[in-house]
């Protein structure tokens, strides 16, 4: 069952994941440890498994939910970073994808919406909902592999300098 869910869920995303500039996704740092790829890919497979669960829209989700962060450029860094980066991406995001695919209303939806709270514009379906819920549980997960990993190189380094814990 696990194994169809994911045949399942690659078959639907496939066309986007062999997309030459997706596959560009892999080359930008995302929330630290990952890529921008492996956390769309992440958001992407979550939000299916849910949709999927509560017979809602899987396919729209995982299509989107891939190319939610669609952009180029390094968001990390103050000096690639565009201003109000947080606010302005999911528009350049949706410009890039249309370019690419054709989306749905709800697909569209779903790109526009996945930072509400923070644009203020609500989401208009349940699947943009869950998406803003996902893209903020990945970017959590994401966020405290990275700062757990550091912790644990500092610590290892701290007992080497100074021999205290052992
Ligand atoms: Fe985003
Ligand atoms: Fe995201």
């Given at each position: 069952m696990k194994n169809n869910r994911k045949e399942e869920f690659l078959e639907i995303v496939n066309d986007i994941l062999e997309n030459e500039t997706v596959q560009d996704l892999k080359n930008y740092k995302h929330h630290?440890?990952?890529t921008r790829l492996e956390h769309s890919m992440s958001v992407a497979y979550y939000s299916y498994l849910i949709c999927k669960i509560l017979h809602l829209d899987y396919k729209s989700i995982a299509r989107a939910g891939l190319l939610?962060?669609?952009?180029?450029?390094?968001?990390?860094s103050d000096d690639t970073r565009i201003e109000h980066h947080i606010w302005i991406h999911p528009k350049i995001v949706l410009n890039n994808a249309e370019k690419l695919f054709e989306l749905n209303k709800k697909e569209r939806d779903i790109i526009l919406k996945h930072m509400w709270p923070i644009t203020l514009v609500p989401p208009k379906y349940i699947e943009s909902f869950i998406i803003t819920l996902v893209d903020k549980y990945c970017a959590l997960k994401e966020w405290s592999y990275y700062s757990a990993w550091k912790m644990l190189i500092w610590y290892r380094l701290l007992e080497k300098r100074t021999g205290f814990f052992q």
């Amino acid at each position: 069952m696990k194994n169809n869910r994911k045949e399942e869920f690659l078959e639907i995303v496939n066309d986007i994941l062999e997309n030459e500039t997706v596959q560009d996704l892999k080359n930008y740092k995302h929330h630290y440890g990952f890529t921008r790829l492996e956390h769309s890919m992440s958001v992407a497979y979550y939000s299916y498994l849910i949709c999927k669960i509560l017979h809602l829209d899987y396919k729209s989700i995982a299509r989107a939910g891939l190319l939610h962060d669609l952009f180029f450029y390094d968001c990390e860094s103050d000096d690639t970073r565009i201003e109000h980066h947080i606010w302005i991406h999911p528009k350049i995001v949706l410009n890039n994808a249309e370019k690419l695919f054709e989306l749905n209303k709800k697909e569209r939806d779903i790109i526009l919406k996945h930072m509400w709270p923070i644009t203020l514009v609500p989401p208009k379906y349940i699947e943009s909902f869950i998406i803003t819920l996902v893209d903020k549980y990945c970017a959590l997960k994401e966020w405290s592999y990275y700062s757990a990993w550091k912790m644990l190189i500092w610590y290892r380094l701290l007992e080497k300098r100074t021999g205290f814990f052992q």
